[in-house]
């Protein structure tokens, strides 16, 4: 496991409260997968990138739950802030179970270590239970659970597939980690700190696969594709930044979400430990 990589899992420990077992075998096989390169050099051309979820909905204070996927959210109208939070994070987590699927085949028609491919199938799994467990959340609080509706996938580029890895994966899903981690500290009820508690450890797993994969998919991309893939992951900063300056919703504190300024801190150790 290389240096930044142990590292953001001490941010992600420290975010959690120290909580979160490091030494955790299944972390260290995933990220030490990376290590085991094999001599094949996949395509490295250009190509479109189809990943960010277009549902008009602003995730920048609670994350987008998982990894993003193009498409939309359908989701009935809720009693109340709260249940649409939770209405939308089921949509959100169910939204990575397909993204998690393709994750799978892709490496493994550009083949990767079988350790990574199994730990996108286990995360697929995992994925399944969060949807579950927001579905339920939703329920209780009076909310009916949102859908997404997904984008069919269309064959890209080994390039298409690592940004989308950096900015998905590295980022955005690693910052829904360290929400989580924060969340399973800081929500209202034991009951919610338990549920975010066991997601946390999960994201915590998903943030350290993406590490692993954008370190294996790096060796065999060209300097002008790891400029776009630095670009890239420039740009997904900017815009969790960004999203930080509208307002918290009124139940930021019920589900222990960080005030902007914690926030801040923790994207700033995000990006310190992944540059
Ligand atoms: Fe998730
Ligand atoms: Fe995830």
Request: net charge positive.
């Amino acid at each position: 496991m290389r240096t930044h990589q142990r590292l953001l899992l001490c941010v992600f420990a420290a975010a959690c409260g120290g909580r979160i077992d490091t030494s955790d075998p299944d972390l260290i096989d995933t990220a030490d997968a990376a290590v085991a390169i094999d001599g094949a050099r996949a395509d490295g051309n250009g190509g479109v990138v189809d990943s960010g979820v277009d549902t008009g909905v602003d995730t920048g204070h609670y994350g987008p739950g998982g990894r993003r996927v193009v498409g939309s959210l359908v989701c009935a109208k809720q009693p109340h802030p709260l249940a649409k939070y939770f209405a939308e994070m089921t949509a959100f987590e169910a939204a990575s179970v397909p993204a998690f699927r393709r994750m799978q085949r892709e490496l493994t028609a550009h083949r990767a270590p079988r350790a990574l491919v199994r730990a996108a199938a286990r995360s697929e799994r995992d994925e399944i239970r969060h949807a579950r467990t927001m579905s339920s959340w939703t329920r209780r609080t009076g909310g009916t659970p949102a859908r997404a509706r997904i984008a069919r996938f269309r064959k890209r580029s080994f390039e298409a597939f690592a940004i989308e890895n950096a900015v998905e994966g590295c980022v955005f899903e690693a910052y829904g980690a360290l929400l989580n981690c924060h969340q399973a500290r800081a929500a209202r009820s034991p009951a919610l700190r338990k549920t975010f508690g066991a997601i946390a450890r999960d994201e915590i797993r998903h943030a350290a696969l993406a590490l692993a994969v954008d370190e294996w998919a790096r060796a065999r991309l060209d300097a002008s594709a790891l400029d776009r893939i630095r670009t890239a992951t420039a740009a997904a900063f900017a815009k969790l930044e960004d999203e930080l300056e509208k307002p918290a919703p009124a139940f930021a504190r019920d589900v222990g979400l960080p005030p902007p300024q914690v926030a801040r801190a923790l994207i700033a150790e995000l990006r310190a430990a992944t540059g």
